[in-house]
């Protein structure tokens, strides 16, 4: 049996490593193609892929290059499937509900949350799909989010850095006196060298 989970897993490594160098191929001809930069919104299809691993594909993009990312395969009868992964800053769930709205039909069922959705359309109107969704990623998101910088709430002291402070924190984020995730940063001396370590309060 553990062998099988292993063989599985290995199998699925493989798959999970050939679709992310598919997708690599495909944002590279994106980037120094025409306009020579990325879309804002990257909406991904190869008939081939694989669909229990387009969600960690779709991830892996997004965490690659800092913009929402929209993995499909196909679905069979001219249907697509996609898997989204989003940013800060853009709800994913909204933004296709945004453009179900403004394109009725496009969108043949999808559901999802803030940070990872679903959806499912045709295979012909992946081309038409991929460029509203940039559009609309383009006028909701703006330069810091697609950089990647992160922005800090401030810098904790040596002294804060207990569970008291994180319980307080935390109790705060869920009491609802602090209406997004906090990012603070903090300086640690390990080995007589400096890092600046980050950490988001979820």
Request: with cysteine.
């Amino acid at each position: 049996m553990a062998c099988e989970l292993d063989a599985l897993n290995q199998s699925r490594k493989e798959i999970e490593q050939g679709m992310k160098e598919e997708a690599m191929a495909i944002c590279e001809r994106l980037q120094f193609g025409e306009g020579s930069s990325l879309p804002c919104g990257l909406a991904l299809f190869q008939r081939e892929w694989h669909q229990g691993v387009i969600g960690i594909l779709a991830s892996r993009i997004k965490d690659k290059f800092h913009r929402p990312v929209i993995a499909f395969a196909d679905g069979g009868d001219g249907m697509i499937k996609g898997s989204a992964r989003s940013i800060q800053g853009l709800h994913m769930r909204d933004t296709l509900d945004l453009i179900d709205t403004q394109n009725p039909g496009l969108i043949k069922k999808f559901g999802g949350h803030a940070m990872a959705a679903g959806l499912t359309i045709s295979e012909a109107d992946f081309d038409r799909f991929a460029k509203l969704f940039d559009d609309a990623v383009k006028n909701i998101v703006g330069e810091d989010e697609l950089k990647g910088i992160l922005l800090s709430d401030g810098e904790l002291l040596p002294t804060e850095i207990t569970l008291d402070v994180a319980e307080m924190l935390r109790a705060g984020a869920h009491g609802g006196r602090v209406s997004r995730n906090l990012c603070l940063m903090a300086r640690l001396n390990c080995c007589t060298r400096n890092w600046w370590v980050a950490n988001t309060l979820r």
